[in-house]
């Protein structure tokens, strides 16, 4: 089924990815985002902030589908404030807009939700424990989704495991400068708690099945095959051939020097991945699997090589979403090499 689609903040890296996906499926897509995109062509093109309810409900119009994507993220280091005025605020205009446009929904949440899960694997109907601003940001987005899917909205809230891609750096782009220069790698703990990653291909792939059935219910999404932490780097480091080693750290260690460089602002990372990075984590795809017919086509192991691969032929790539930019600071620095 295909129309004009709405994707809020469709220029960043996970936005990007789901427009292109969209268009391919046959969709006529307008992006709504802060940033302009790198390329314009001929999608169209609105520039606008989510939390503006009028533009939000502007650019809905005319749609029959909108993808509520935007969202600051962990790495933006924003206050509880501002994550709660974009992620759920943000959220809200957009529900209302698709109500309004009479369009379906697919709300991107995250795994942050959940916190540190207490059991493992983590079901869609898992409590929500999320320990930090940005988790709780989204988790009151999902109740948000929740009241409006109660109300006869239909609407399909997809929770991807950590996303990894063509285009996405942030701590992935410390990860790969430090395997391409044959360093060592340091790791959270020992590495051996098993950590699933998402593909961004399988991500796009699940929203898709999620449109074209018009499903309303959450779901997660992430690959089915993956090891440890430190298994599957060893993995990637084999195939880059770079003489790079994983390096265990102490968790007791990394926060002593995380913690207090997070509460006055200099750590390049936040609460959500000096807590969260140790712990195991992974996600049963099974009610994806049975009610949007999705399965994930690649493995932790596919999904590190061709990120890292695409990151050796587009070094200089940048753009202006948290997920598309290198860590910033100087412990950053320090940690590239």
Request: hydrophobic share 40%; with cysteine.
């Amino acid at each position: 089924m295909s129309g004009r689609a709405l994707v809020t903040g469709g220029t960043g890296f996970l936005g990007a990815h789901l427009a292109t996906a969209l268009e391919a499926a046959g969709h006529e897509v307008r992006v709504l985002d802060v940033h302009p995109p790198e390329d314009r062509g001929r999608r169209e093109f609105i520039q606008a902030d989510v939390r503006d309810g009028d533009a939000v409900h502007r650019a809905a119009r005319g749609c029959t589908v909108v993808v509520d994507n935007a969202a600051l993220v962990p790495v933006t280091r924003a206050s509880a404030e501002e994550y709660r005025a974009v992620n759920v605020g943000g959220c809200r205009n957009t529900l209302a807009a698709a109500r309004e446009a009479g369009a379906y929904l697919v709300h991107v949440s995250s795994s942050a939700i959940y916190g540190v899960p207490r059991e493992l694997p983590v079901r869609p109907d898992s409590p929500l424990r999320p320990f930090e601003p940005y988790g709780a940001s989204k988790a009151e987005a999902e109740r948000a989704v929740d009241s409006e899917r109660r109300s006869g909205l239909a609407v399909a809230s997809l929770r991807p495991r950590t996303l990894l891609g063509e285009g996405r750096l942030g701590l992935f782009d410390v990860i790969f400068e430090r395997i391409r220069a044959g360093r060592r790698v340091p790791v959270f703990g020992r590495g051996t708690n098993p950590l699933q990653l998402c593909h961004v291909d399988d991500f796009c792939a699940a929203v898709l099945r999620a449109v074209e059935r018009r499903a309303s219910g959450s779901y997660n999404i992430g690959a089915e095959a993956f090891g440890s932490v430190r298994s599957d780097l060893e993995g990637l480091i084999g195939h880059a051939g770079t003489g790079a080693r994983v390096q265990p750290v102490p968790v007791w260690a990394i926060r002593a020097v995380l913690q207090p460089l997070d509460l006055i602002g200099r750590s390049p990372f936040s609460a959500w991945h000096w807590r969260s990075a140790p712990a195991p984590f992974y996600f049963d795809v099974s009610k994806a699997r049975e009610e949007l017919d999705w399965a994930p086509r690649y493995s932790n192991a596919d999904t590190l090589v061709a990120a890292y691969e695409h990151h050796l032929a587009a070094r200089t790539a940048r753009g202006d979403s948290a997920h598309r930019r290198p860590l910033e600071g100087a412990l950053a620095r320090l940690l590239r090499g």
